[in-house]
């Protein structure tokens, strides 16, 4: 249940997020201010609709290859599986729902990876609406900061649920 829960989720998300990137990148010029110096001064631009197609592409190829290439290779009986207590938890009584919980995890990095690079996105958006073009350096360390502890707790909860085994 968790599997398909977290997987429709995840397609919704990642849609919801191309959608907004389409609807927002209305408000750029013809040339983009895409990539920015720490200093938060744009060093790089791009066609408008370069820098759009590129966005979409990462936002969804991105995601959907973290949630998506594990999933196909995770569900062969031969698949390498490195967990804490693999004995335990890939045991054929087990194994299913372990590779159901590991594809819902997966589900969930891909969810945080989309909406980080929509909110990355946004950031751009926002940095090409000044003149010249500036992305506070604080503000995208601050996102940084925040999808790094994101996949911090993710990859706690992951080996959490694994650490032991049940009675």
């Known amino acids: 249940m ?12 990642v849609g919801g997020c191309a959608i907004f990137v389409l609807l927002s990148s209305a408000a750029l010029g ?29 936002l969804v190829v991105a995601p959907s290859l973290a949630v998506f290439v594990p999933r196909l290779g995770i569900n062969r009986p031969n698949a390498r599986i490195n967990l804490p207590n693999g004995a335990y938890w890939l045991a054929p009584e087990r194994r ?20 980080f690079l929509t909110y990355v996105h946004s950031m751009v958006v ?30 706690a909860l992951l080996f959490w649920r694994f650490r032991r085994v049940e009675a």
């Not at 968790?2 to 998300?13: Q, T």
């Not at 159901?100 to 969930?108: G, N, P, W």
């Open 96 to 115: 299913q729902a372990t590779i159901d919980t590991l594809c819902a995890h997966m589900a969930v990095f891909g969810t945080l990876l989309a909406l």
């Open 30 to 58: 013809p040339v983009v201010a895409s990539h920015f110096a720490a200093s938060g001064q744009a060093n790089g631009f791009a066609p408008h609709a370069v820098y759009v197609n590129f966005m979409l592409g990462m």
């Open 126 to 155: 926002e940095a090409n609406q000044h003149v010249p073009p500036n992305l506070p350096a604080d503000a995208f360390i601050k996102a940084m900061l925040g999808f790094v502890g994101a996949v911090a707790v993710w990859l």
């Open 2 to 13: 968790w599997r398909s829960l977290s997987l429709l989720i995840f397609l919704l998300v």
